[in-house]
């Protein structure tokens, strides 16, 4: 596991203007500039002994500097000075990267929520109590080709191209002893044709989370935070430094008995506890409360509405019903850990071993995920 320490050296708020090679440009009508709120909700993460760490500490060293610029609109909200900044840390664990930063939740909150405004999204799931925000499906404008036609039409009749994918992002917070860890997970769609022949409409299909999108955004966020462009994407791009490739742990194993169907990860809890929540995010589930000392989320399907469509196969025929098809569908993903292995089970919205054919596709859906 690799990790990258750096100091912060200036507050930007002002989206994307020092990146001149642009991966992303997500177009949106929404205002981008909006007061800075601390919802009230979120103070009660500090109250609740069931998200803190089993064990473990993650330290941060605090940097001195000068005071950070005010940020418009916020003048009614706590905000983070830089002095009070620190340094932050950027962990990375083969494909998965987070950042460890040392303030509260409540602080970095609202930033997060601006980082994603000023970048042309909306939130469709706002939930200061868990700690997940995510966003509307978006078009990726910079992924269309950038020639001499396009930029003389596109000019006139900006929806005329249209690269017929759309990207939604999920930010999750965990709080720690010495701050939070901020995870940051892409979900994709692609419009397809619904037969060979092309000649019945068309539909959206997901299509696999890309890392470098995760890991773009993630760098962009740290300039967000206080970074400098430069060391931002630098931490970001480490390289890992998992051990060894001999000693990568075993690939999830499904085991499946009479009682129900489970799925062992050769890892210990801390670990296995990150590594579900990040399988989570990615394969759509919406991360409604999460109960660490008890090694619980209570997650629900997200139907990914802003993209247009009803989000076709796997998920709609595992969720759905004919009038609708994700109407308060429930589970409890379960963690259990001991001598090293974890275990993680499926349950009902009341706590009752699910051992039907969903449990069954959950867990097959997550081991292809935690590969």
Known sequence: MAVVVFGATGCTTVGDGLFSNDKVDYRSTVVKTQPLEVPPDLTQLSRESRYQPQGGVVSAAAAGGTAAPAVPGAAAAPTVALNNLGDMRVVRDGQRRWLVVPQTPELLWPRLKTFWQERGFTLVEDNAAAGVMETNWSENRAKLPNDIVRNTVGRL????????????????????????????SHRGVEEVFTTQQRDSGTTWRARPSEPELEAEMLSRLLVTLGAAEQPARSAVAAAPAASAPAAAAPAPQVVVTSQATSLTIAEPFDRAWRRLGVALDRSGFTVEDRDRSAGIYYVRYVDPKSAGKEEPGFWSRLFGNDTNPLAAVRYRVVLKSAAGQS?????GSSGNPEMGANAKAIIARLAQELK
Request: proline fraction near 3%; aromatic fraction near 10%; charged fraction near 30%.
């Open 343 to 347: 275990e993680v089970s499926i349950q």
């Open 157 to 184: 009749l900006g929806n005329l191209y249209d690269t017929g994918e759309r990207d939604s992002y999920r930010t999750r917070l965990e709080r720690t002893p010495a701050g939070t860890e901020i995870y940051l």
